[in-house]
């Protein structure tokens, strides 16, 4: 499972004024990311995967698959908090191509942890494809935790988990008792490097949207065991990290690669536009 190693980054979706998803942008981001990313996420959070139609979701997974250049693998977002349309749509997806899925722990439900578990096992065993947990409890209400993980880590097609509880002690939990082989993925850019000092392997990025190459160097070095250059790196990102969430995600790094020139700054409704104080703070804390 190398090739999830490193930096997964979490595309956005970028958009006309309209509201249209804008391919030729999403052409050029993937060519920016391309500088230092080791994998694509579609369809993630950061790619508005919730305001996007069914049909919307394959022409953005069939044009990245198209345009990918350096041949990075993919990972594909299909996750909710009704079991059996989650298994539904792995079943009539066209996965070819695509070498893993990153499913979202059950939101707004707020199951039992036997419920999580029993979740991800019927994902695990429809899926033709490894599948990597994302535990994010800021978004869905619930924990997955570190007992319920490495339950799931027994399941010959469970390889991971993105764990966005930026809880490091749960992290630690983890990456002590883990399979060998069971990645665990930061889902908080500036908890990287700590992450990888505990066992970790990499991080699923949303700046790195804007910011590759210090992704790049940032998981070289943490792999390598040079861990004050690689929170050299991270402190670069220390202060503008905050305005990317600031006003709801991919609001805050929408904006940022507007400034980069990469894609227009529109979101999706309930997302809303910047505010002019977002605005002017991502303009003053960006990375030159």
Do not use: W
């Not at 999403?26 to 391309?34: E, I, M, P, Y």
């Not at 991971?160 to 990645?183: H, R, T, V, W, Y």
């Not at 889902?187 to 210090?214: E, F, H, Q, R």
């Not at 002019?276 to 303009?283: Q, R, S, T, V």
């Amino acid at each position: 499972m190398k090739k999830f190693t490193g930096t997964g980054v979490a595309l956005v979706t970028p958009f006309h004024a309209d509201g249209k998803i804008d391919f030729t942008a999403l052409r050029k981001l993937l060519t920016h990311t391309a500088k230092g990313v080791d994998y694509f996420v579609v369809m993630g959070t950061t790619g508005e995967a919730a305001t996007l139609k069914k049909e919307e979701k394959k022409e953005v997974l069939q044009f990245v698959l198209k345009h990918n250049r350096k041949n990075l693998p993919i990972v594909y977002g299909i996750g909710g908090n009704h079991t059996a349309a989650v298994v539904e749509e792995i079943k009539t997806t066209d996965l070819s191509g695509v070498q893993a899925l990153l499913s979202v722990s059950p939101y707004y439900n707020k199951p039992s942890q036997e419920g999580i578990c029993q979740h991800f096992k019927k994902v695990a065993d429809a899926s033709p494809v490894p599948v990597i947990l994302y535990n994010v409890p800021g978004r869905t209400s619930s924990n997955l935790t570190a007992a319920t993980t490495l339950r799931l880590a027994k399941h010959k097609n469970i390889i991971g988990i993105k764990e966005a509880s930026g809880n490091l002690e749960q992290c630690m939990k983890i990456a002590k008792e883990k399979p060998e082989d069971f990645l665990l993925i930061s889902g908080d850019d500036l908890l990287t490097v700590p992450i990888y000092s505990i066992g970790g392997c990499g991080v699923i990025s949303v700046l790195a949207n804007a910011y590759p190459v210090i992704f790049k160097k940032m998981t070289a070095y943490a792999s390598s065991g040079h861990y004050a250059k690689a929170a050299a790196e991270a402190y670069q990102l220390l202060e503008i990290n905050g305005s990317m969430y600031e006003e709801g995600n991919p609001t805050g790094v929408k904006y940022l690669l507007s400034l980069l020139g990469v894609c227009q700054p529109h979101v999706r409704l309930p997302m809303a536009a910047p505010s002019e104080e977002l605005k002017k703070k991502i303009e003053k804390l960006r990375v030159r």
